[in-house]
Nanobody, 122 residues
Framework: QVQLVESGGGLVQPGGSLRLSCAAS????????IGWFRQAPGKEREGLSC????????HYADSVKGRFTISRDNAKNVVYLQMNSLEPEDTAVYHC???????????????WGQGTQVTVSS
């Protein structure tokens, strides 16, 4: 079973940036579709971004397109989410997850980590 551990969350002012990391206990990221979703209190889970296995193609939800960037380091088996121009509405627990594929809208996740809290506030 894939284990995913997120880190990098915290408190940031509006307009600020954060980079989240997701360490995956896998042999190789080439065989997985890994992405990020967030969950805010009282709101539905929102899929944000996904990066495909072999090709490394990326996909984004409209709400974060142009602000968030997903990337990966195959040597370290780590997937990143660079978040810029953060807004209070981005406050949520962010989870990385595995998916059956990358698509828009994003499919339900197969497995996910505990998450990391991101709070955007002045």
């Amino acid at each position: 079973q894939v284990q995913l551990v997120e880190s990098g969350g915290g408190l940031v002012q509006p307009g600020g940036s954060l980079r989240l990391s997701c360490a995956a206990s896998v042999f190789s990221l080439d065989y997985y579709f890994i992405g990020w979703f967030r969950q805010a209190p009282g709101k539905e889970r929102e899929g944000l971004s996904c990066i495909s296995g072999r090709e490394g193609s990326t996909h984004y939800a409209d709400s974060v397109k142009g602000r968030f960037t997903i990337s990966r380091d195959n040597a370290k088996n780590v997937v990143y989410l660079q978040m810029n121009s953060l807004e209070p509405e981005d406050t949520a627990v962010y989870h990385c997850a595995t998916y059956v594929g990358c698509s828009q809208p994003m499919a339900p996740p197969l497995s996910w980590g505990q998450g990391t809290q991101v709070t955007v506030s002045s």
